[in-house]
């Protein structure tokens, strides 16, 4: 392992236990500001290794998605946080929701990392950060580990800013189950 590649893991390990140690205010959090919740979410079109090119938050209307960032793929809490949700992967399915990870490594990093683990989901290149800066997830030149959870109108729902990979994805479902019975609930009334 190169020396830059042992520094950026070692910060990526810093910055993670850094931002899950502090109580972080909703508006704005480690790497700026976050977008709005019960709000159109931020769009956005990226590069994918997924073989479909290039993929855009508004390709899954009709779906949930959880758009997950994180710092850099082969990284050992990145790695983690990748499998639990590619082994939740059917659970999601079942839910009508799509994951979406996003770090700034690029495409060809993305098809390795996908292949080394076994993940069936897109990872999207934010090689420039700028999507990552958008939804307020960005610090020296790596994506933070945030979750953010869009229901299928694109409509923010949820965040969350203090990830623990080796629990994340069962948090995300449980939010997932939350909103979805709490909208459900909200259309029978309108109805």
Not at 12 to 21: E, K, V
Not at 78 to 99: G, H, M, S, V, W
């Amino acid at each position: 392992m190169s020396r830059r590649s042992l520094f950026k893991w070692l910060l990526a390990l810093c910055l993670t236990l850094f931002s899950s140690s502090f109580l972080i205010t909703p508006a704005l959090a480690l790497g700026g500001t976050q977008p709005p919740l019960n709000e159109p979410a931020p769009e956005f079109t990226l590069p994918t290794n997924s073989g479909e090119g290039e993929i855009s938050l508004s390709d899954y209307r009709g779906q949930w998605v959880v758009l997950y960032f994180y710092p850099k793929d082969f990284t050992p809490g990145c790695t983690l946080e990748a499998k639990r949700f590619q082994q939740d992967l059917p659970k999601y399915q079942e839910r009508n929701a799509q994951i979406l990870g996003v770090s700034v490594d690029d495409v060809d990093s993305h098809a390795e990392f996908c292949d080394s683990e076994g993940l069936k989901f897109p990872l999207l290149a934010d090689t420039t950060g700028k999507v990552s800066k958008t939804y307020g997830s960005f610090l020296t030149g790596m994506s933070l580990r945030h979750t953010y959870l869009i229901d299928p109108n694109g409509i923010l729902r949820e965040r969350f800013l203090g990830v623990i990979p080796a629990i994340h994805s069962a948090e995300v479902l449980e939010k997932l189950d939350e909103l979805t019975i709490s909208l459900l609930e909200v259309r029978r009334f309108i109805t």
